[in-house]
């Protein structure tokens, strides 16, 4: 099956800087990958996705690149607030409608003000 | 519209004991699935079923069953607790790729 192996476990970044979270996937196959936000005690909310057919998508200070053939790819986020503090997880699937996702470990997010 | 709802919120158990996780969604969607969550470990599929009347094996399905009796809900049933099911429960729909999560149930087992 599906493993995806998420980097850093956790990260540190000042107020206005850059952050970087890197995924690598094994399953070929896989063609849709989102990433999701979690805030401390809350369900894990949808905040960006990219399907294999597109290499880059940005969404206001968030994008998400992908590299099919190194099988990777990578959520940043700029201009970082501290509303962004938060766990992230990339996610990988075959994509097709309902396909079940297989989520990477996580990554902590502290911005410091 | 509520979106996916879960109940209970919070639940303890001994080892031993039985209970059921009950998720519903209003969306109409066809695929729901139960994921639990640990620390460090990040979100890992228990079962998932397609449609009404069905269901599947994920990732972690040992000590754990469901049931799909309405398309609206997903039942997940522990027979016989242990502590290592200690988690969190997350259920989650889809009627295409995005998955909406329900808002989760913390589950002890002592």
């Known amino acids: 099956g599906e493993n995806v192996e998420q980097h850093p476990s956790t990260l540190s970044v000042q107020e206005g800087d850059s952050a970087v979270i890197k995924c690598t996937y094994s399953?070929?196959?896989?063609?849709?990958f989102p990433w999701y936000k979690q805030e401390l005690g809350k369900r894990p909310q949808l905040i960006i996705d990219?399907?294999?057919?597109?290499g880059e998508k940005k969404d206001q200070r968030i994008a998400v690149t992908l590299n099919k053939t190194a099988k990777h790819f990578s959520l940043h986020i700029t201009e970082t607030q501290p509303e962004d503090s938060a766990v992230y997880f990339c996610?990988?699937?075959?994509?097709?409608?309902?396909?079940?996702?297989?989520f990477g470990g996580g990554t902590r997010v502290l911005v410091k003000p | 519209n509520a979106g996916v709802t879960q109940t209970p919120k919070f639940r303890v158990l001994k080892t031993g004991q039985s209970m059921t996780l009950l998720c519903a969604q209003d969306?109409?969607?066809?695929?729901m699935y139960w994921y639990r969550q640990d620390p460090g470990m990040g979100l890992r599929l228990i079962h998932y079923s397609v449609g009404e009347g069905t269901t599947a094996k994920g990732e972690v399905p040992d000590g754990y069953n469901v049931s799909r009796l309405k398309k609206q809900n997903f039942l997940l049933g522990l027979e016989s607790a242990a502590p290592s099911q200690t988690s969190v429960y997350f259920c989650a729909s889809a009627g295409g790729s995005p998955l909406h999560f329900g808002n989760g149930t913390r589950l002890t087992v002592t």
């Open positions: 399953d070929s196959a896989s063609n849709y």
């Open positions: 996610a990988a699937s075959r994509g097709a409608a309902g396909n079940k996702l297989t």
């Open positions: 969306m109409n969607h066809e695929y």
């Open positions: 990219i399907r294999s057919n597109v």
